[in-house]
């Protein structure tokens, strides 16, 4: 009985009846003559099919005593039933979900109608309307899913059940197709063996919306089911139809009672407090982990947090990249979620979650790592749930017990197994496609030698064809010249005819791939299955994981943000009772250890999140003090130098051998390092890099007594903000590369001798007393350079130590703009146009660097601004 889909045929036959031919003179036409013109065109309309359905008989037997309702209990969380009007919540999260109910009296047998009224249909934070209506078993999800048994009238213009999506052939066109507010939809539902027997069918204001449905087979009641979003539903059930429909139908509250069927999804019994469990654990410490736990041993509880809202979202059936989400969602494989991530704007959508459970009074275990650990939000959460629930705080911390950490190890384990099968699996399927490729080219290789010998053998056919027919032109030929000499001696004839018999016969020698007698497929060999290698071979299963060590289930998402971390951590306190908590329980080990790893994890977050400085006077002494030794050391060691410089000019003019006459004293029985050895200073072989490296270690032992200092309850300064604080101590960062060390873990260890890393709090403290002479750091800095030499002496070529690869900024020389490039120079070189390309200029070398043979050389490319940075061996700018 099906019809065409759409309104094609609906739409041709209107228009066949509105293009009806007139006669040729229409205003002479007579009246009578216009009647047969009309009758014709109203006989090729097509009729309305017939109502299969038909009144209703009159049943005096027992009605059903059940009230027909909508069922609260048998609702989507966001539902609000009040009376016959079924509403959602729509803030945020909830706007984006689908919202269901079903009703809560069933029927399996008889005819019965109910009605529903969109209020309102359009409504919504994201506009995503939709309405279905029709009936479901009571074991369906509110939100069905493929599988269920349910039979629904969709918006969409679809019919959908549990196995298949139908397109309605739907009898209004235009404007008036589809659902509206204000509309009056009726649902029919026929199980009995009359009229459109075992189907449902939908009225629009009491006429047939499309045609009939065959229901899904089941022996269970169906039971009304509306799901909608972005909308307002009023239900009607009965007694009396709002819109009559073209036939007497009974209403679903008037079943049978040998039909009706009461919902088995009931109010559960109204405690007089519900529980409340507010979770608190330490960032990744399985605090996720627990709360899975605790729910499977304690069903009748509901998540409250961010990973609950998500999945909340994803099983209401709503499609998160709809919404600007992403497929990689964080709600199905971990409990880290980036709300603005999955569309959800609001960061309060945990709290929206927990008022909708408080309205239902259920059950819950409200969870969040960051959230939790703070009195002010726990203060929201107690706010909310008010005097309504008994409110409980759970901590968990420190160690879990041994048959939570096997839980979590037997979690890992599986999911190592899997991802093994899963591995092997891609390999077999691989190895699979390889040998049929393989396969299929060795048969079409056979299928080719085959097809030649064919061809060969037709090439072959053909030839032999051709010298037939010559050798019968040339007998032809032969006895016609024959004819023409009769008088030829016999003799002649007898000697050649003999000549012609001495000849030995010579036989024809054919190929194999020619003779016809041969069949080809014997002469090709079969394709060898076996000869086709195996392939890749199956990756083994190596477990080398240590699970003594495996405490939790390892999550693909950090349970929350970076960034909230470092901004809360100064907030985060652990619960007590004087709050409005009437119980706090510590999970898995005493109020002390937890006590103890929330002050751990205060400690952590503070080494590793920048703070303000304030420079006392002791810093601002010893700079002066350094300043003013560093200027008195550069002009002893120019002078030691110059005199140095003398001493060989004079040794060569006289022909004398050049050599080192100083011979290197002991660096720590040194008492003047000025005058170390015959008036010469200890730091005379200084080159720039050592110079470099002497300011870094006064720096670094500043900085780190200065911050020790300013932040007496501080752990000190960790590794990872050396640069930021190298900024605010001495205005410039601290760059590792500059210093010729590949990171920061071979930089600490060349400076080792100044500073260390404490092994408890993993920061940075120094390695000297504050009150330390400075000049002990001119002589870590020559022992350092003892050591670099000896390394070089004997071959090791990766003691160079090379300062200055920094490299310099761009310069602007087109646009006419300078640009600052280091302290010793105060602007870029860049006039109106810049300089050609290629020009080159000598470079003045800063104050307080020896200019030759050490100082800084070669020159600068003006055009490209500057090059490499500042070197100590003739790289330049």
Same mark, same amino acid.
Request: net charge negative.
């Given at each position: ?6 309104? %094609? ?13 007139? %006669? ?54 966001? =539902? ?68 269920? %048994? ?119 019994k109204q405690k007089s407090k519900p ?74 959508v945990r709290e929206q979650l927990l ?192 699970? =003594? ?26 619960? %007590? ?43 601002? @002494? ?49 008492? @003047? ?21 002497l300011q870094l270690r006064f720096e ?95 071959? @090791? ?81």
């Amino acid at each position: 009985r099906k019809v065409p889909h759409t309104i %094609t045929a609906m739409t041709a036959a209107e228009e066949k009846v509105e293009t009806v031919a007139p %006669t040729e003179e229409p205003e002479q036409a007579s009246a009578g003559a216009s009647e047969p013109l009309a009758k014709k065109a109203k006989s090729e309309v097509p009729e309305e099919p017939k109502e299969l359905e038909q009144d209703e008989e009159e049943d005096k037997g027992p009605r059903t005593k059940a009230v027909a309702k909508l069922n609260p209990s048998d609702s989507t969380m966001d =539902s609000i039933v009040a009376g016959g009007v079924l509403s959602g919540l729509s803030s945020d999260i909830f706007a984006v979900c689908k919202k269901a109910a079903r009703g809560s009296v069933g029927v399996k047998g008889g005819r019965y109608y109910f009605e529903i009224k969109p209020l309102e249909f359009g409504v919504g934070m994201h506009g995503l309307k939709m309405l279905a209506v029709g009936v479901s078993t009571s074991s369906a999800s509110l939100v069905p899913k493929d599988g269920e %048994t349910f039979a629904l009238f969709h918006s969409d213009s679809h019919f959908y059940t549990g196995d298949q999506r139908q397109p309605l052939q739907i009898k209004e066109r235009g404007e008036a197709r589809g659902f509206h507010a204000g509309d009056v939809l009726g649902v029919l539902l026929n199980a009995t063996d009359k009229g459109h027997a075992k189907s449902i069918s939908l009225f629009k204001n009491g006429k047939r919306f499309a045609e009939a449905m065959p229901l899904p087979e089941t022996t269970d009641a169906w039971f009304p089911h509306v799901m909608f979003r972005c909308a307002n539903v009023a239900v009607n059930f009965g007694p009396q139809q709002q819109v009559a429909t073209p036939f007497r139908v009974r209403m679903w509250s008037d079943a049978a009672n040998s039909d009706a069927v009461p919902s088995p999804v009931t109010e559960p019994k109204q405690k007089s407090k519900p529980q409340a469990v507010v979770a608190v654990g330490m960032p990744n410490n399985g605090l996720y982990n627990w709360v899975d736990d605790f729910l499977s041993k304690n069903p009748g509880y509901m998540e409250v947090s961010n990973r609950a809202a998500v999945r909340y979202v994803d099983q209401s059936g709503t499609k998160l990249s709809s919404i600007g989400g992403t497929e990689d969602r964080p709600a199905c494989s971990g409990p880290g979620i980036d709300l603005k991530q999955v569309g959800l704007q609001n960061p309060r959508v945990r709290e929206q979650l927990l008022q909708a459970a408080v309205v239902r009074r259920r059950d819950v275990v409200v969870v969040g790592v960051i959230d939790n650990l703070k009195a002010s939000e726990r203060a929201r959460l107690l706010a909310i749930l008010g005097g309504q629930y008994t409110i409980s705080a759970t901590v968990v911390a420190g160690e879990p017990p041994a048959d939570f950490k096997k839980k979590a190890q037997d979690v890992v384990r599986a999911a190592k197994a899997a991802a093994h099968e899963r591995a092997v699996e891609i390999v077999r399927k691989r190895n699979e496609s390889v040998r049929a490729l393989k396969l299929q080219r060795m048969r079409a290789d056979r299928g080719r030698k085959l097809q030649a010998i064919q061809t060969r053998r037709k090439a072959a056919a053909k030839i032999r064809d051709l010298k037939q027919k010559e050798e019968e032109a040339k007998a032809k030929k032969d006895e016609a010249d024959a004819a023409k000499k009769e008088g030829d001696a016999d003799a002649e004839e007898k000697k050649g005819e003999e000549e012609e018999a001495a000849k030995p016969a010579e036989e024809e020698k054919v190929e194999d791939e020619l003779n016809e007698d041969i069949d080809p497929e014997t002469l090709v060999p079969e394709v060898d299955e076996s000869a086709i290698s195996d392939g890749e071979a199956e990756p083994e299963f190596k477990d080398d994981t240590d699970y =003594s060590k495996v405490w939790f289930v390892p999550t693909k998402h950090p349970e929350f943000p970076a960034e909230a971390l470092s901004s809360s951590f100064s907030d985060f306190a652990l619960p %007590t009772k004087e709050e409005g908590f009437e119980k706090v329980n510590f999970e898995w080990k005493g109020t002390k250890e937890a006590q103890a790893a929330l002050t751990k994890l205060v400690f952590d977050c503070k080494k590793i999140q920048p703070i303000h400085v304030q420079h006392s006077e002791w810093f601002k @002494d010893q700079m002066i003090t350094w300043k003013v030794a560093f200027a008195k050391w550069k002009d002893v060691h120019e002078e030691a130098y110059r005199k140095e410089q003398e001493r060989i000019r004079q040794k060569k003019a006289s022909g004398e051998d050049v050599e080192d006459e100083d011979e290197e004293v002991e660096i720590w029985g040194v008492e @003047d390092i000025l005058d170390a050895s015959g008036g010469m200073p200890l730091f005379k072989k200084f080159r720039h890099e050592d110079w470099v490296m002497l300011q870094l270690r006064f720096e670094l032992h500043c900085m780190a007594h200065a911050f020790a200092k300013a932040t007496e309850d501080h752990p000190g300064i960790h590794p990872d903000l050396l640069d930021h604080y190298s900024m605010k101590f001495f205005q410039r960062p601290l760059d590792v590369h500059f210093y010729g060390q590949k990171d920061m873990a071979e930089f600490l260890v060349a400076m080792a001798d100044t500073v260390t890393i404490n092994e408890d709090t993993g920061c940075l403290e120094a390695g000297h007393p504050e009150e330390t002479p400075i000049d002990t750091f001119v002589k870590l800095t020559e022992e350092a350079r003892r050591e670099r030499a000896a390394r070089i002496e004997a071959g @090791d070529e990766t003691a160079k130590l090379v300062i200055g690869e920094r490299g310099g900024k761009k310069g602007k020389g087109a646009k006419g703009k300078g640009q600052r490039f280091d302290a010793p120079f105060q602007k870029g070189f860049a006039p109106a146009k810049g300089f050609h390309k290629g020009a080159v200029r000598p470079v003045v070398p800063p104050q307080g660097f020896r200019a030759q043979p050490y100082g800084l050389q070669g020159g600068t490319q003006w055009a490209k601004g500057f090059g490499r940075g500042v070197g100590g061996r003739g790289k330049g700018w």
